[in-house]
């Protein structure tokens, strides 16, 4: 499975398609600019709805777990997924 490192993202942030999988307050709250918010919850129960197969997605929770466990199962279903690395945690800790 790829990774991505938030060092690595910093550049083509603007270029890529960013997916926020933690809950709506969360993302609300604060998160990665150019990100979308899709929870964990709607997206795993309809993946085909929100994203296309055709498409790159760059995936990130909070720490890294739940990102890391659907980058797998959307893997397995054909979707071309990179998780970034560390999450949002990340993100902060390196800006």
Do not use: T
């Not at 690595?8 to 997916?19: E, H, R, S, T």
Request: glycine share 6%.
């Amino acid at each position: 499975m790829s990774k991505i490192s938030i060092n690595d993202l910093k550049p083509i942030i603007n270029q890529v398609n960013i997916i926020d999988i933690r809950g709506v307050q969360s993302y609300n709250n604060n998160h990665i600019p150019n990100a979308r918010n899709i929870p964990f919850e709607k997206l795993i129960l309809n993946p085909s709805y929100y994203l296309n197969k055709n498409e790159k997605y760059y995936i990130y929770c909070q720490k890294g777990l739940s990102s890391n466990n659907i980058c797998k199962i959307l893997l397995n279903l054909g979707f071309d997924v990179v998780e970034i690395d560390g999450g949002y945690e990340a993100w902060i800790i390196n800006n």
